[in-house]
């Protein structure tokens, strides 16, 4: 009777074990598919032009992160319930193994792949194949194979031999032990390597803007903008970590393991789980200085061609499609051999004329970022940002200017563009541009009554030198005198800098300001350990003192120098969100 009591509450244990085992299987199995089937219904209309569809593209965006989260899930549920010591159960066990290095891998590769994408300036499948590859290869990878480890686990799943603790009849080799081991140092070694990276990431990105040291200014550029990707990093390592070692021996350290882990993937979490709060702000701050009505100015024909929500999930992870446009790159505008260079800049025009688009064919001038001294037209400026406009019927020209030479390495920046220059020089170069287009607006369909001005970091400062310059007339010496400034888009400028010398109103443009000065919309991250956020605030501030309510800074919490870098990322969506509204507003004269 004893015996028998002993049998029926194991085959209990074994069917509840069963049942969860099965309910996490399907669930599994069932986000994955969703998250495959809107994967491939996003990328269609993303093909086929459509913006909008329905609401269910927010669930979407839901459902990949549940899904993905659940994957993991899924994972430590099977760590904690196979019995390793079985021979099916041991290569269940390599197969999660090989699910883990596969899911690291592709959060990897999916924001290289987006990045590599967006800084090309083709649009066909077949010169980004590679890239889409990467992205697409790694999403719907790690999809499919979340998909086929749930299945195995429905089949297997009233097998004793996994699911049995008790059962330890599998052994290896002495041979394969050893290989094992050395495999699991390595593997033990590189997931501590990538947990102290997060740990050092969690710093950065929580008080970047006080870590001066060239490695976190550099891990502050990057950690924001792809900080999702990162928490799932660190994540999944920690589930491969505590796979590596054995609960039995040391069961305080594998639960400190896990919670330590935890804690930091949501800490590298926190930029998304902000972002409701970062738009609201920025709402707020779009709606006081140009109108609470503004939406109502925003017509059905701009709309089709807008971001449709200021974050979508699904266009961070599966990025978003290059616009159509009309390229024309290297253009000769300047050359000096006193100086010793030769200035180029590459025109973005919208298809069709830009007939019947947003821009009406406004021209917008984008000024590369580089503290003064580095940088390049082209991938300094996201070459897809470039895209993204002209094929809203804005004629885009991303030009050079003269940079001042200090001895950097050749190739961060192009021999044509160096030379001993200060501000003032840098100034009269970007003038010699406005000069040119003022005589050849006609070959560009570019429409100079209408003009914005954008750039970012020095490009900032030199954006806003440029277009307060040109609206205060003090300047006509330098500038064309046919370009009316509708409007001014920095990012994070960085003002009242003094790398380089020069008028004291280009270093500080803010003196340039008052009270008929143009619309502007400021980007700035909280975090940013190189452009302090002040330095955007004395813009805003400068607008105020005079009058001039119309300014207004989006603010990226969390976000450091350079966050929009990352074409699909939370922070350049949400900016290029409110950038593309507040340009159509002053086309239309809506403010």
């Given at each position: 009777?004893?015996?028998?009591?002993?049998?029926?509450?194991?085959?209990?244990?074994?069917?509840?074990?069963?049942?969860?085992?099965?309910?996490?299987?399907?669930?599994?199995?069932?986000?994955?598919?969703?998250?495959?089937?809107?994967?491939?219904?996003?990328?269609?209309?993303?093909?086929?032009?459509?913006?909008?569809?329905?609401?269910?593209?927010?669930?979407?965006?839901?459902?990949?992160?549940a899904g993905l989260f659940f994957n993991l899930t899924f994972i430590f549920y099977n760590e904690v319930k196979i019995n390793k010591h079985s021979k099916?159960?041991?290569?269940?066990?390599?197969?999660?193994?090989?699910?883990?290095?596969?899911?690291?891998?592709?959060?990897?590769?999916?924001?290289?792949?987006?990045?590599?994408?967006?800084?090309?300036?083709?649009?066909?499948?077949?010169?980004?194949?590679?890239?889409?590859?990467?992205?697409?290869?790694?999403?719907?990878?790690?999809?499919?194979?979340?998909?086929?480890?749930?299945?195995?686990?429905?089949?297997?799943?009233?097998?004793?031999?996994?699911?049995?603790?008790?059962?330890?009849?599998?052994?290896?080799?002495?041979?394969?032990?050893?290989?094992?081991?050395?495999?699991?140092?390595?593997?033990?070694?590189?997931?501590?390597?990538?947990?102290?990276?997060?740990?050092?990431?969690?710093?950065?990105?929580?008080?970047?803007?006080?870590?001066?040291?060239?490695?976190?200014?550099?891990?502050?550029?990057?950690?924001?903008?792809?900080?999702?990707?990162?928490?799932?990093?660190?994540?999944?390592?920690?589930?491969?970590?505590?796979?590596?070692?054995?609960?039995?021996?040391?069961?305080?350290?594998?639960?400190?393991?896990?919670?330590?882990?935890?804690?930091?993937?949501?800490?590298?979490?926190?930029?998304?789980?902000?972002?409701?709060?970062?738009?609201?702000?920025?709402?707020?701050?779009?709606?006081?200085?140009?109108?609470?009505?503004?939406?109502?100015?925003?017509?059905?024909?701009?709309?089709?061609?807008?971001?449709?929500?200021?974050?979508?999930?699904?266009?961070?992870?599966?990025?978003?499609?290059?616009?159509?446009?009309?390229?024309?790159?290297?253009?000769?505008?300047?050359?000096?051999?006193?100086?010793?260079?030769?200035?180029?800049?590459?025109a973005y025009m919208p298809i069709n004329k830009g007939i019947g688009m947003p821009g009406q064919n406004s021209t917008l001038i984008r000024i590369h970022?580089?503290?003064?001294?580095?940088?390049?037209?082209?991938?300094?400026?996201?070459?897809?940002?470039?895209?993204?406009?002209?094929?809203?019927?804005?004629?885009?020209?991303?030009?050079?200017?003269?940079?001042?030479?200090?001895?950097?390495?050749?190739?961060?920046?192009?021999?044509?563009?160096?030379?001993?220059?200060?501000?003032?020089?840098?100034?009269?170069?970007?003038?010699?541009?406005?000069?040119?287009?003022?005589?050849?607006?006609?070959?560009?369909?570019?429409?100079?009554?209408?003009?914005?001005?954008?750039?970012?970091?020095?490009?900032?400062?030199l954006a806003c030198s440029t277009a307060f310059g040109i609206h205060s007339g003090n300047y006509t010496g330098i500038f064309g005198n046919n370009l009316?400034?509708?409007?001014?888009?920095?990012?994070?400028?960085?003002?009242?800098?003094?790398?380089?010398?020069?008028?004291?109103?280009?270093?500080?443009?803010?003196?340039?300001?008052?009270?008929?000065?143009?619309?502007?919309?400021?980007?700035?991250?909280?975090?940013?350990?190189?452009?302090?956020?002040?330095?955007?605030?004395?813009?805003?501030?400068?607008?105020?003192?005079?009058?001039?309510?119309?300014?207004?800074?989006?603010?990226?919490?969390?976000?450091?120098?350079?966050?929009?870098?990352?074409?699909?990322?939370?922070?350049?969506?949400?900016?290029?969100?409110?950038?593309?509204?507040?340009?159509?507003?002053?086309?239309?004269?809506?403010?």
């Amino acid at each position: 009777m004893k015996v028998n009591g002993y049998f029926r509450n194991y085959l209990k244990k074994v069917r509840l074990s069963n049942l969860k085992v099965n309910y996490i299987s399907y669930t599994t199995i069932v986000l994955n598919l969703l998250s495959f089937i809107f994967g491939i219904l996003y990328l269609a209309c993303s093909l086929f032009g459509i913006t909008y569809i329905f609401v269910l593209w927010d669930l979407f965006g839901a459902i990949i992160m549940a899904g993905l989260f659940f994957n993991l899930t899924f994972i430590f549920y099977n760590e904690v319930k196979i019995n390793k010591h079985s021979k099916l159960g041991n290569r269940l066990n390599l197969v999660n193994f090989g699910y883990l290095i596969f899911f690291i891998s592709g959060m990897v590769m999916i924001p290289l792949g987006n990045y590599s994408i967006s800084a090309s300036t083709s649009n066909t499948l077949i010169n980004n194949f590679g890239s889409y590859f990467m992205v697409y290869g790694s999403f719907f990878g790690i999809l499919l194979f979340g998909m086929g480890m749930a299945c195995l686990n429905i089949r297997y799943g009233s097998n004793p031999e996994i699911w049995d603790r008790t059962n330890q009849s599998f052994s290896l080799s002495k041979k394969r032990i050893r290989a094992r081991k050395i495999v699991k140092i390595l593997l033990k070694i590189t997931c501590y390597l990538i947990l102290l990276g997060g740990f050092y990431f969690s710093l950065v990105l929580l008080f970047g803007m006080y870590l001066q040291d060239i490695i976190s200014v550099i891990l502050g550029i990057f950690l924001p903008m792809w900080s999702i990707f990162l928490s799932l990093i660190v994540l999944s390592t920690t589930l491969l970590l505590l796979k590596l070692k054995d609960k039995r021996k040391k069961p305080k350290r594998y639960h400190a393991l896990g919670i330590m882990g935890s804690f930091l993937s949501m800490i590298l979490l926190l930029p998304m789980i902000l972002a409701p709060y970062s738009i609201a702000r920025s709402e707020v701050n779009f709606s006081s200085a140009f109108g609470n009505d503004w939406r109502n100015k925003i017509t059905p024909v701009a709309r089709s061609y807008f971001l449709q929500t200021p974050f979508s999930i699904q266009g961070y992870f599966l990025g978003m499609a290059p616009k159509e446009c009309i390229i024309k790159e290297n253009v000769l505008f300047y050359t000096n051999e006193t100086e010793g260079i030769e200035l180029y800049f590459d025109a973005y025009m919208p298809i069709n004329k830009g007939i019947g688009m947003p821009g009406q064919n406004s021209t917008l001038i984008r000024i590369h970022g580089g503290a003064w001294v580095l940088g390049d037209k082209g991938g300094m400026n996201m070459m897809q940002v470039n895209n993204y406009f002209a094929a809203q019927g804005y004629v885009v020209f991303d030009i050079q200017y003269g940079l001042k030479d200090i001895g950097l390495p050749s190739f961060l920046y192009p021999e044509n563009v160096v030379g001993d220059f200060n501000l003032d020089d840098m100034m009269r170069h970007i003038g010699n541009f406005t000069r040119y287009i003022s005589s050849h607006a006609s070959e560009y369909g570019a429409n100079l009554d209408s003009v914005f001005i954008s750039g970012g970091s020095a490009g900032g400062q030199l954006a806003c030198s440029t277009a307060f310059g040109i609206h205060s007339g003090n300047y006509t010496g330098i500038f064309g005198n046919n370009l009316t400034i509708k409007g001014v888009i920095p990012l994070y400028p960085a003002i009242e800098r003094t790398v380089v010398k020069g008028d004291i109103n280009f270093i500080n443009p803010q003196n340039l300001i008052n009270e008929t000065s143009p619309p502007c919309l400021i980007f700035q991250g909280t975090q940013d350990n190189l452009v302090h956020p002040s330095k955007s605030q004395l813009i805003k501030d400068a607008y105020t003192r005079h009058g001039n309510d119309k300014c207004a800074i989006i603010w990226a919490d969390l976000g450091g120098h350079a966050s929009d870098m990352y074409f699909p990322g939370l922070y350049n969506q949400m900016f290029l969100y409110y950038m593309e509204r507040f340009m159509f507003l002053c086309v239309n004269d809506f403010m």
